[in-house]
C-alpha cells in the first residue's frame, strides 16, 4: 500500500489538451493530502456554484477519511478500533476495498499502515506483520470493528474515491466538462489527450480520457527507509520491477486501487485480477527497463 502520493501523478501527467465552450473557471486547494485542482466548462454562475458543492464534498472526505486527524472518523476508528453507526460513504468505500482486495489475492489491503509506521520509526516490523489482514476488519451497517493491533490507511484508494465523489457531485449540478484532479485525474465529458511521462526520460505517451479517470502509481516514487513507500502485506518481493504502473477506469477508486497493487503482482496476476474488475478499460505497465505491456486499448507513443 501507499502513503502521501500527492506529487506522484502530477509528474507523469502533462500537457491538458482541450477546448473549453466557456470561460473555464478554477479552483485549488489541498485535500486528502494532495493538491486539488477543478477545472470547470460551464456558465460562470453554475461553475461557482457547482464549486460551492465541490469544496463542500471535499471537506465531508476529509472529515471521514484524514488520516492524520484524530478528529476524523478513520482517527477515531484508529484509535478505538471500532467507529458505531458509519455513515454511507465510509461503506461504500470499505466495500470498493474489499472487492480491490479479493480481486488481487489480498495484496490490497489498508490493514498495512501499522507496517508502514514502524518501518518508518525504523522498529521491527514484526509485531506489525503480525496485525495485517483486511479480512479481519468487521464491517456493517451497525459498525466497523478492527482486531486488537490494527490500524487502516485508505491512502491507497482515498484519493480516487474524493475524486468519484467530486466527480458524481459535479455532474448532479449540471456540469458537462471538467478536469477533477485529487491526487488521481478524472474529467467530465472529452475526450482530452494527455501527456504521460515515464520516469527516466522514456518517451512520453499520449492518453486519451472520456468520462474517465487515470491514476499512477511509481513504486520508488517515495520510500520508506530503503524500501518502496508501497508495502507487500506479506513482506514478499514484488512480482515484477515495475518503474510505472497506469491504470483508467470509469471509478478512480477502482483505478487507484488497482494501480497501487498492480505495482507488486506479475502480468498474469495482474490479467487475473483485471478479470473480476471490468471497469477497468486500459492498463499501462512500464518496466524499470523501459518495457512497457499495455492491457487494453494500447496508448500512442508521441
Known amino acids: 500500500m501507499k502513503h502521501n502520493r500527492s506529487a506522484e501523478i502530477a509528474a507523469p501527467l502533462e500537457g491538458y489538451d482541450y477546448n473549453w465552450t466557456n470561460t ?31 469544496v463542500a464534498t471535499l471537506q465531508q472526505m476529509e472529515q471521514m477519511f484524514n488520516l492524520y486527524s484524530d478528529d476524523s472518523l ?18 461504500d468505500l470499505c466495500d470498493h476495498v474489499t472487492r480491490v482486495h479479493v480481486a488481487t489475492g489480498g495484496l490490497f489491503d489498508p490493514t498495512i499502515q501499522p507496517l508502514w509506521r514502524s518501518l518508518s520509526d525504523g522498529d521491527n516490523p514484526s509485531p506489525a506483520r503480525a496485525s495485517i489482514g483486511w479480512k479481519h476488519v468487521e464491517v456493517s451497517t451497525r459498525e466497523i470493528r478492527l482486531k486488537p493491533g490494527q490500524k487502516i490507511s485508505f491512502n491507497g484508494i482515498g484519493q480516487g474515491f474524493a475524486t468519484d465523489l467530486v466527480t458524481e457531485a459535479l455532474r448532479t449540478l449540471g456540469i458537462r466538462q471538467a478536469l477533477i484532479q485529487i491526487g488521481e485525474l478524472a474529467v467530465i465529458g472529452g475526450p482530452f489527450d494527455l501527456r504521460l511521462a515515464p520516469p527516466g526520460g522514456y518517451r512520453t505517451r499520449k492518453i486519451t480520457l472520456k468520462d474517465s479517470a ?7 516514487a517515495h520510500l520508506v527507509g530503503n524500501t518502496s513507500h508501497i508495502l507487500h502485506p506479506q513482506g514478499l518481493p514484488f512480482g515484477e520491477n515495475w518503474a510505472m504502473v497506469l491504470c483508467r477506469s470509469t471509478s478512480a477508486s477502482l483505478a487507484d486501487a488497482c494501480a497501487t497493487a498492480f505495482t507488486m503482482m506479475t502480468r498474469a496476476q495482474i490479467e487475473k485480477a483485471r ?28
Open 74 to 91: 478513520l482517527g477515531q476508528l484508529n484509535a478505538t478500533g471500532h467507529l458505531a453507526n458509519p455513515p454511507a460513504p465510509f461503506l
Open 275 to 302: 478479470d473480476h474488475i471490468p471497469e477497468l478499460d486500459h492498463i499501462t505497465l512500464i518496466a524499470e527497463g523501459g518495457e512497457t505491456v499495455e492491457l487494453g486499448r494500447p496508448t500512442a507513443v508521441d
Open 214 to 220: 487515470i491514476c499512477v502509481s511509481r513504486p520508488r
Open 24 to 54: 473555464p473557471v478554477r479552483w485549488t486547494g489541498a485535500a486528502l493530502g494532495a493538491e486539488v485542482s477543478l477545472v470547470l466548462d460551464a456558465p460562470r454562475l453554475v461553475a461557482e456554484a457547482a464549486l460551492q458543492h465541490a
